[in-house]
C-alpha cells in the first residue's frame, strides 16, 4: 500500500522575488511606485527649493481678495468687487454651460449627418459627406473666428431698432438678433412655480419610464407601443394642467430697447453663441463619422429582416440598427465630449469669460500667482474630464449588448 502525501511547501526566500512568478510580478510593480514616488519627491523639494530661493510661497489667500473687473456674461451675483474666487466661480459655470451646450448639439448634428451619410439619396449623402470633410478638417479656433466675425459684422446693432421707421426689427415681437447677441424672453417665477416645474421634471421621467417599458414589452412579447403621441401627452398634458391649476404662475420678460442697448429677458452674448456653434459643428462632424461607423458595424441582415417583419425604415433605425450601433458609437463619443470640454478654453479668444479666461487669465495676470492658478486649471479639467468618463462609462455598460 502506497501512501500519497502534498509535498512540503518550501519556505520563502528574498531571491523568489525575482525567480518565483508568484511574486516576480509584485516586486516590479513595487520597484515602479517607489521609482515613481521617488521622481515626484525629487521634483516637488526642488520646486519648494528653487520657489524659496526667489523669495516665493504657495498660497491660495489672494483667492478671497477682490477680483477687481468686471464679467460680461454671468449666471450667478457678481461685481467687480467679488473676490478672485467667485470670479472663478463664474468661469467655472460658463465653461459648464457651453460644454453642455455644444455636447448636446454637436450629439444632434452628429447623429443626424452620420445617419443621412448612408442615405440612398445621392444629393444628400454628398451634402453630408461634404459637411464632414469641410468641418473636421479645418480647425475649431478658425471656425470661431468665422463665427464671431460673420455675427459682429453682419448683425445690426440695437440702434437700428430704434425710430418710428428702425431699419431692423424684432421677430415676432419678442427676438432681437444684433451683433451683440440675442435676445429672448426671460421667465418670470411667480408664486407656485416650482410646482409647476416639479411637474415637468416628474413629466420627462414619466416619459422615460414609459418608453423603457415599452421597450421591454417588445422584447419579450413582440407587442410594439406607439411612442411618440404617448411621450408629448406624458411630457405636456400635466405641466399644462398644473400650470392653469396653480394660476399661471410662469410669465414671460420681454428684451425691450432702453437707451443704447436692450434691457429685459435673456441675453445670449456674440462670444457665447460663436463658441457654442463652432465648437458644435466641428464636433459635430467627428460624431457623425462614429455614427456611421456603429451603423455599418450592423450586419445588414439586421435591418432585411425587420423589414421582412413589416417595420418601417424609421422603425428599423430607431429599434433595431441604432441600439446594436451603440456599442460602437460610446467609446468614441466619449473623446468627443472629452474634446469639446478641453476646447471651450479657447472661449479667451472672442473674450467669453470661461474659466481660462478668468483664472487662467485676468486673475493670473493681476495677481502673479502663476503656479496656483495652473494647478487649479490643470485640477478643474481633471475633474471634469474624469466626471464625464464616468458617467458616459456607465451609461455604455447599461446599453451593452446582453446574452439571454
Known amino acids: 500500500m502506497t501512501t500519497f502525501s502534498d509535498p512540503p511547501k518550501e519556505s520563502f526566500r528574498p531571491s523568489m522575488l525575482l525567480s518565483d512568478t508568484r511574486y516576480r510580478s509584485i516586486t516590479f510593480q513595487v520597484i515602479a511606485l517607489a521609482l515613481l514616488v521617488t521622481a515626484i519627491w525629487y521634483l516637488g523639494s526642488n520646486l519648494a527649493a528653487n520657489l524659496r530661493a526667489a523669495g516665493l510661497n504657495i498660497s491660495f489667500q489672494f483667492l478671497g481678495n477682490p477680483a477687481g473687473y468686471d464679467i460680461n456674461q454671468t449666471l450667478i451675483p457678481y461685481t467687480s468687487q467679488s473676490s478672485n474666487l467667485q470670479a472663478a466661480w463664474v468661469g467655472i459655470i460658463n ?11 454637436a450629439t444632434i448634428f452628429g447623429v443626424v449627418a452620420g445617419v443621412l451619410r448612408l442615405s440612398n439619396n445621392w444629393l444628400i449623402r454628398k451634402l453630408m459627406a461634404g459637411y464632414v470633410e469641410i468641418f473636421r478638417n ?189 456599442r460602437v458609437i460610446i467609446p468614441p463619443l466619449i473623446s468627443n465630449y472629452l474634446n469639446i470640454t478641453k476646447n471651450s478654453s479657447l472661449a479667451i479668444l472672442v473674450g467669453y469669460a470661461d474659466i481660462t479666461a478668468t483664472l487662467g487669465g ?25 466626471g464625464i468618463s464616468m458617467v458616459m462609462n456607465v451609461y455604455n455598460n447599461a446599453t451593452k449588448l446582453k446574452e439571454r
Open 362 to 386: 485676468i486673475t493670473l495676470n493681476q495677481t502673479g500667482r502663476a503656479i496656483e492658478c495652473v494647478v487649479l486649471l490643470m485640477l478643474f479639467y481633471l475633474v471634469i474630464s474624469l
Open 138 to 326: 479645418i480647425p475649431v479656433l478658425i471656425w470661431i473666428l468665422i463665427i464671431y466675425t460673420i455675427m459682429t459684422a453682419a448683425m445690426p446693432a440695437p440702434s437700428a431698432f430704434r425710430g418710428d421707421d428702425p431699419a431692423s426689427s424684432m421677430m415676432l415681437g419678442s427676438f432681437a438678433f444684433t451683433n451683440r447677441g440675442v435676445y429672448i424672453p426671460g421667465p418670470v417665477w411667480g408664486p407656485g412655480s416650482m410646482i409647476v416645474v416639479a411637474t415637468f421634471v416628474a413629466s420627462v421621467i414619466g416619459v422615460f419610464a414609459y418608453r423603457r417599458y415599452a421597450t421591454k414589452l417588445l422584447y419579450d412579447t413582440g407587442r410594439l407601443l406607439p411612442m411618440l403621441w404617448p411621450s408629448v401627452a406624458i411630457l405636456l398634458l400635466p405641466t399644462i394642467i398644473m400650470f392653469f391649476i396653480m394660476g399661471m404662475p410662469i410669465g414671460l420678460d420681454y428684451p425691450a430697447l432702453k437707451g443704447f442697448n436692450f434691457r429685459g429677458g435673456i441675453q445670449i452674448g456674440a462670444p457665447l453663441i460663436a463658441l457654442w456653434f463652432a465648437l458644435s459643428i466641428y464636433t459635430g462632424a467627428f460624431i457623425a463619422e462614429n455614427v456611421r461607423a456603429g451603423i455599418q458595424a450592423v450586419t445588414k441582415g439586421q435591418s432585411e429582416a425587420a423589414a421582412a417583419l413589416g417595420l418601417r425604415s424609421g422603425r428599423i433605425m430607431n429599434l433595431v440598427v441604432l441600439p446594436q450601433a451603440l
Open 95 to 105: 465653461t459648464l454651460l457651453v460644454s453642455f451646450l455644444a455636447c448636446v448639439t
